[in-house]
């Protein structure tokens, strides 16, 4: 079980979209399905004790996606290639230098995080950067969707849990990433300390998807930690 100051990290740098990478290439596969499998395939968190080995993985997972709203953004003619590349060489030196002083503990940014910036810095205009703001939401939710239902194929496979279980987890997570979705809205425009501060308090008071499911008597305990392995990131831990 991961620690509660790990557990906001990775939630409220999720929500927030926090990105750090290198690379400005738009050059990507033209299928978005394949797409999405690409970044479950490649891109995998696993439970570690070390804060830098989930922000590596957590940044590397974000760059993946970042990549993919970029190109559908552009072809779908929201954003041109131009800005796309400059949004992409921006996040990949402002996202670095902020790694650096999260490094040193000073990681509370402005309020509203990249998209916010993207408007400030000349880059996008507000309403092209609200765009890719709520595409890149979008996209996060359907690697998570592809990456749910593979894990529990698997375990199914496996003979871990049963059909009826895979689906009653489907079913608990999908509703959960629904009340993801108001929760990003409230943070949008929260600085990264109040991101923190306010996942701190909706996870004080709110059971995990899991622990609902093992109270329920739909899966034991054990049946939860092989889930847990499976899909570590999607916050699903028993309290």
């Known amino acids: 079980m991961k620690s509660t100051s790990l557990k906001m990290k990775i939630l409220s740098g999720m929500l927030s979209a926090g990105i750090a990478f290198s690379g400005t290439s738009l050059a990507f596969a033209t299928d978005n399905n394949i797409e999405n499998e690409k970044v479950v395939t490649n891109i ?27 190109k559908e953004s552009v072809n779908s003619n929201i954003i041109t290639k131009a800005e796309g590349d400059k949004v992409l060489e921006y996040v990949s030196v402002k996202s670095e230098k902020k790694h650096k002083e999260c490094e040193k503990g000073k ?7 990249l998209f916010n910036d993207l408007v400030t810095e000349g880059i996008l ?41 895979s689906n009653k987890v489907q079913d608990i997570m999908m509703e959960r990433q629904t009340q993801r979705k108001e929760i990003y809205k409230k943070m949008q425009n929260m600085s990264q300390k ?22 329920n008597g739909t899966i034991t305990k054990e049946q939860e930690a092989k889930i847990q392995q499976v899909l570590p990131h999607h916050g699903h831990h028993h309290k």
């Open 44 to 70: 995998k968190f696993k439970h570690s004790s070390s804060n830098k080995k989930v922000d590596t993985a957590q940044r590397a997972e974000m760059k993946a996606t970042l990549q993919i709203v970029i």
């Open 125 to 165: 205009t507000k309403d092209k950067s609200e765009a890719l703001r709520e595409k890149m939401y979008v996209k996060r939710t359907e690697i998570k969707t592809v990456e749910l239902k593979n894990g529990l194929k698997g375990l199914v496979d496996d003979k871990v849990i049963t059909i009826e279980q």
């Open 107 to 113: 990681c509370d940014g402005k309020k509203g995080g």
């Open 194 to 215: 109040e991101r923190q501060e306010y996942v701190k308090k909706m996870d004080s008071t709110k059971a995990s998807p899991m622990k609902v499911l093992i109270d």
